[in-house]
C-alpha cells in the first residue's frame, strides 16, 4: 500500500539520501555513518540534507559528495501548514533523482513522513514515534546507547561496518585555550551559567579559557569578564570556528 519493493544489491547503489537536519551537533554525531557508507559503497553519491546554518561549514568539511541545507517546520516548533506543504514539496523534488537509499536516525513520525514523500528504493529509520509503514525497513530503536552507536547499529542492517574513532586518532594539543560553546537554541537542555563560572574558576587555574560568543553566551562573557577571568572571545561564522578550534585543547559545549 505504502511502498513498492525493489532488488538492489552493491552494484546498482548510485544515490543515497541521508536526513540529519534537525541540529548542526547531530550532524557531527553522524561522522562515522557518513565514512562508514562511502566505504560500503564507493561509487554511491551521498546527498547530507542538514539544517540551513550548517551548510556552508559541512561543505566545506566534505561530509558528503552533496550537502543541501533545509528548514523544516517541526525542527523550529512552527505549524504554518504553508510550511508543512512546502517541506512535502521539497521531499517530493528527490523523486526525479531516483534516490536508492533514504536514511533517517531521528525516530521521530514526521520524519518518517518527510521521507516517505522522497520515493527512495529503499529507506531505513526508526520508529521511536510509530510510523514503520513510511519505511521498506523499519526497525526498532536500541536503548541505552549513544547517538552515534545509534546511528551506526541502523547502518548496519545495510552491512556497514561500525567504525568508531580508535584512540591512536585522537589528537591532544598541549596548546591553546579550553573552549567553552554554552550557547544552544533549547535553553531548558543548556547547562545554568552559575555552573559555567564555577568551571571557568576551577579551570583557570591552568589552563586559558576560551568563549565562544552566541547571542546566548552575552551575559556569561560578561560574568567572566566581572570576576576577571582571562577569557578569549571568539566571535566568527562556522567555518572560521571550526579552523580556529583545530589550534585548541578542548571542546565542552551543551
Given at each position: 500500500?505504502?511502498?513498492?519493493?525493489?532488488?538492489?544489491?552493491?552494484?546498482?547503489?548510485?544515490?543515497?539520501?541521508?536526513?540529519?537536519?534537525?541540529?548542526?551537533?547531530?550532524?557531527?554525531?553522524?561522522?562515522?555513518?557518513?565514512?562508514?557508507?562511502?566505504?560500503?559503497?564507493?561509487?554511491?553519491?551521498?546527498?547530507?540534507?542538514?539544517c540551513q546554518g550548517a551548510e556552508k561549514l559541512f561543505r566545506d568539511l566534505k561530509f558528503a559528495d552533496e550537502v543541501i541545507g533545509v528548514e523544516v517546520p517541526w525542527t523550529n516548533w512552527d505549524w504554518s501548514l504553508i510550511k508543512w506543504i512546502k517541506?512535502?514539496?521539497?521531499?517530493?523534488?528527490?523523486?526525479?533523482?531516483?534516490?536508492?537509499?533514504?536514511?533517517?536516525?531521528?525516530?521521530?513520525?514526521?520524519?518518517?513522513?518527510?521521507?516517505?514523500?522522497?520515493?527512495?528504493?529503499?529507506?531505513?529509520?526508526?520508529?521511536?514515534?510509530?510510523?514503520?509503514?513510511f519505511y521498506t525497513h523499519p526497525q526498532l530503536s536500541p536503548t541505552g546507547v549513544h547517538q552515534t552507536e545509534r546511528s551506526l547499529q541502523l547502518i548496519s542492517h545495510l552491512g556497514c561496518d561500525s567504525i568508531m574513532l580508535d584512540e591512536k586518532e585522537f589528537n591532544f594539543k598541549n596548546q591553546g585555550a579550553i573552549v567553552f560553546h554554552a550557547g544552544g537554541n533549547d535553553s531548558r537542555r543548556a547547562w545554568p551559567e552559575n555552573k559555567w563560572i564555577k568551571l571557568a574558576e576551577i579551570l583557570s587555574k591552568n589552563h586559558q579559557i576560551a568563549i565562544v560568543k552566541t547571542p546566548e553566551?552575552?551575559?556569561?562573557?560578561?560574568?567572566?569578564?566581572?570576576?576577571?577571568?582571562?577569557?578569549?572571545?571568539f566571535d566568527g561564522d562556522l567555518v572560521k570556528f571550526k579552523n580556529w578550534l583545530r589550534n585548541q585543547k578542548m571542546l565542552i559545549g551543551n
Amino acid at each position: 500500500l505504502y511502498r513498492k519493493s525493489y532488488s538492489l544489491n552493491d552494484e546498482n547503489i548510485n544515490s543515497i539520501l541521508i536526513c540529519q537536519y534537525h541540529r548542526i551537533g547531530d550532524v557531527f554525531l553522524i561522522a562515522p555513518v557518513l565514512r562508514s557508507l562511502k566505504k560500503r559503497y564507493p561509487q554511491a553519491h551521498i546527498i547530507l540534507l542538514c539544517c540551513q546554518g550548517a551548510e556552508k561549514l559541512f561543505r566545506d568539511l566534505k561530509f558528503a559528495d552533496e550537502v543541501i541545507g533545509v528548514e523544516v517546520p517541526w525542527t523550529n516548533w512552527d505549524w504554518s501548514l504553508i510550511k508543512w506543504i512546502k517541506a512535502r514539496s521539497f521531499a517530493r523534488h528527490f523523486r526525479k533523482r531516483d534516490i536508492d537509499i533514504a536514511i533517517d536516525f531521528k525516530g521521530d513520525l514526521r520524519n518518517s513522513w518527510f521521507l516517505w514523500h522522497v520515493r527512495s528504493k529503499m529507506s531505513l529509520g526508526y520508529t521511536d514515534t510509530g510510523g514503520s509503514f513510511f519505511y521498506t525497513h523499519p526497525q526498532l530503536s536500541p536503548t541505552g546507547v549513544h547517538q552515534t552507536e545509534r546511528s551506526l547499529q541502523l547502518i548496519s542492517h545495510l552491512g556497514c561496518d561500525s567504525i568508531m574513532l580508535d584512540e591512536k586518532e585522537f589528537n591532544f594539543k598541549n596548546q591553546g585555550a579550553i573552549v567553552f560553546h554554552a550557547g544552544g537554541n533549547d535553553s531548558r537542555r543548556a547547562w545554568p551559567e552559575n555552573k559555567w563560572i564555577k568551571l571557568a574558576e576551577i579551570l583557570s587555574k591552568n589552563h586559558q579559557i576560551a568563549i565562544v560568543k552566541t547571542p546566548e553566551t552575552a551575559t556569561l562573557i560578561e560574568g567572566m569578564k566581572e570576576r576577571e577571568f582571562k577569557v578569549e572571545i571568539f566571535d566568527g561564522d562556522l567555518v572560521k570556528f571550526k579552523n580556529w578550534l583545530r589550534n585548541q585543547k578542548m571542546l565542552i559545549g551543551n
